[in-house]
């Protein structure tokens, strides 16, 4: 089962934990300098590595659905899209990708269900040992790894939590603690990064910078962080279980407009299913689990829609088939 259809620890408000690391290769231009030639070098060093459990594929091989459905899924970033020679690494359950040729040479990242910092560090950086003994990387013994984003220098690590805050947003508490976070070297975007809007209520923490701290400490500033917001969100959670029937009434109407609409549109989806998984959790809805709801908020994007369907849509077929898939998923 791929990493987004399940649960994890902590995984009422913690959705997902990724680790990444940027990295480049000694002796190679950084990417935005690089020449068609050079891009094809790089990608000529993985063309016959071996790397357990991962699998080479060229962007160039695959068709416009799939890639957006894979940037749906956050297995590969917007801007490798753009890149005419990009290939990527992936294994089996897709929580392993390793891009080449993006804003670096090489993007490893490890993505995790829940609220799992450990595991995801610890298979990113055998991946980033196997794929050192492959090529030398860029590295300055004052500057840590080079990078092409300075904010990217040092460690090249870059540690973020994906979290579910509907409740903060319901009692009118999220902006608030989202100014204050945004002021302890921690930033807070929405579900595909900067410049991307919360839809569903969902938020990614990630660190700001990783030059002059070590990997572990900006692991440990996240998990404190990403701890101070799931506390906050379960004390929101019991307001709103103060409100009784008024707010029980408002989850379960969410629920029926999700279980019985024709047609729907994924904005309006998301914010349904944001709810609607609030509901599953606080309890007020017993006949739903959390993993369907996994698979409907996976499932429901544009082009995941028309993968499943494996077919294309216009828009109005979208809002029919996005509703006939949310009550396959229900049933």
């Known amino acids: 089962m791929s990493w987004y259809f399940e649960n994890g620890k902590e995984s009422d408000v ?5 680790i990444r690391f940027a990295r480049n290769i000694k002796g190679l231009k950084f990417e935005s ?5 050079d891009e094809e070098e790089l990608l000529n060093k993985f063309k016959n590595a071996k790397f357990d459990g991962l699998k080479l594929c060229k962007l160039s091989d695959i068709d416009d659905i799939t890639k957006m459905s894979l940037v749906e899924r956050h297995i590969l970033s917007k801007d490798i899209l753009q890149k005419k020679n990009a290939a990527f690494l992936l294994n089996d359950d ?25 595991n995801a560090y ?16 860029a590295y300055n013994d004052k500057y840590g790894y080079l990078t092409t ?7 090249g690590l870059r540690v973020s ?21 945004n002021k302890v070297n921690v930033t807070v975007r929405g579900v595909y990064g900067e410049n991307s809007d919360a839809i569903g209520d969902m938020y990614q923490v990630s660190n700001k910078v990783s030059l002059g701290v070590s990997e572990q400490e900006i692991i440990n500033n996240i998990k404190k962080i990403t ?34 609409a024709k047609k729907m549109d994924y904005n309006e989806c998301a914010k349904l299913i944001s709810i609607v998984k609030l509901g599953v959790d606080m309890g007020i ?9 996994n698979k409907i908020r996976t499932l429901a994007k544009v082009s995941n829609l028309q993968k499943y369907y494996k077919t294309k849509l216009d828009e109005n077929e979208r809002d029919i088939k996005r509703a006939e898939l949310i009550k396959e998923i229900l049933k």
């Open 33 to 37: 300098k690089m020449s068609q030639k």
């Open 161 to 181: 939590v994906m979290l579910h805050l509907p409740a903060l947003r319901l009692t009118g508490r999220i902006q608030r603690i989202l100014d204050v976070i």
């Open 94 to 118: 897709e929580s392993v990708c390793v891009m080449i040729n993006e804003e670096d040479h090489v993007r490893i990242q490890v993505v995790k269900p829940g609220l799992d910092f450990e």
């Open 285 to 293: 809805i017993k006949d739903l689990s959390s993993e369907k709801v």
């Open 227 to 260: 701890d101070t917001l799931i506390k906050n969100e379960r004390t929101a959670r019991e307001i709103l279980k103060k409100r009784g029937i008024a707010f029980e009434d408002k989850v379960s109407r969410m629920y029926g407009t999700l279980l019985y």
């Open 149 to 155: 984003c300075p904010t990217n220098l040092g460690t």
């Open 14 to 18: 913690v959705v997902s934990t990724r």
């Open 122 to 137: 610890k298979v990113a950086t055998k991946v980033d040992e196997d794929i050192s003994n492959l090529v030398e990387y």
